[in-house]
T-cell receptor
C-alpha cells in the first residue's frame, strides 16, 4: 500500500515563473492538505481539499491555488513566484479532517 | 498563523536519558498531535491525544494534555541516537478543518 507520494522532489525556478506540484494521497484517503515549511520553521497550512472543493484556506495569497481530481490526487499551483516562496512544500492526506495526517516526502522548491 | 509553540527550541541529551518537550496553544482544541521530522523531509505521526484525555502512552512515548493550561508535553524515555529529529505539536480545533503546527523542538541525542 503506497503512502503519500509527491512529485517532483526538487524544483528550481526563477522569480515570476509558475510552478505546479503534485500529490497522490494514501489509498483510501479523500482529504488532502498542503503545507509550506520554511527552513527551521514549522509547516504552515496553505489549504485543504475534500470532494474536489477547497474546504479551508490558510493565510496565503491568491497566487497559491489548487485542485483536487476525482481520484483524490491534488495539485498545488503557485503563480508569479517570489524569492520568499522558496520552501519545502508538503502534502498530507487523512481519512477525515483533523485526524492523523500522513505526509509525503515533500517538494523542495528553490526560487532564484 | 501557527497555533502551538514548542519549548525548548533545541534540546541536546545523551543516549539513555529522557527527553521532555512542551507545547502551548491558544484556542480550544478537538485533539493535539505530535509529529517527528527527520532532515527536513516528510513528517511522521507519533501520537494523538483527544481533548477529553489527560495522558497517553505509545512505546517509549508518553504524552500529557492539560486543557486548563492549554499545554501538552511529550516525553521520550531511554532516548536513542535514532531519536535525533525535530518534533512538532499540531492542534485541531472544532471550528477549523486544518491542523496548526508549532515551530518545533530540535532534539539531538548524542551516542
Amino acid at each position: 500500500d503506497a503512502g503519500v507520494t509527491q512529485s517532483p522532489t526538487h524544483l528550481i525556478k526563477t522569480r515570476g515563473q509558475q510552478v505546479t506540484l503534485r500529490c497522490s494521497p494514501k489509498s483510501g484517503h479523500d482529504t488532502v492538505s498542503w503545507y509550506q515549511q520554511a527552513l527551521g520553521q514549522g509547516p504552515q497550512f496553505i489549504f485543504q481539499y475534500y470532494e474536489e472543493e477547497e474546504r479551508q484556506r490558510g493565510n496565503f495569497p491568491d497566487r497559491f491555488s489548487g485542485h483536487q481530481f476525482p481520484n483524490y490526487s491534488s495539485e498545488l499551483n503557485v503563480n508569479a513566484l517570489l524569492l520568499g516562496d522558496s520552501a519545502l512544500y508538503l502534502c498530507a492526506s487523512s481519512e477525515a479532517t483533523n485526524e492523523k495526517l500522513f505526509f509525503g516526502s515533500g517538494t523542495q522548491l528553490s526560487v532564484l | 498563523s501557527q497555533q502551538g509553540e514548542e519549548d525548548p527550541q533545541a534540546l541536546s541529551i545523551q543516549e539513555g536519558e529522557n527527553a521532555t518537550m512542551n507545547c502551548s496553544y491558544k484556542t480550544s482544541i478537538n485533539n493535539l498531535q505530535w509529529y517527528r521530522q527527520n532532515s527536513g523531509r516528510g513528517l511522521v505521526h507519533l501520537i494523538l491525544i483527544r481533548s477529553n484525555e489527560r495522558e497517553k502512552h505509545s512505546g517509549r512515548l508518553r504524552v500529557t494534555l492539560d486543557t486548563s493550561k492549554k499545554s501538552s508535553s511529550l516525553l521520550i524515555t531511554a532516548s536513542r541516537a535514532a531519536d535525533t529529529a525535530s518534533y512538532f505539536c499540531a492542534t485541531a480545533s472544532y471550528n477549523n478543518n486544518d491542523m496548526r503546527f508549532g515551530a518545533g523542538t530540535r532534539l539531538t541525542v548524542k551516542p
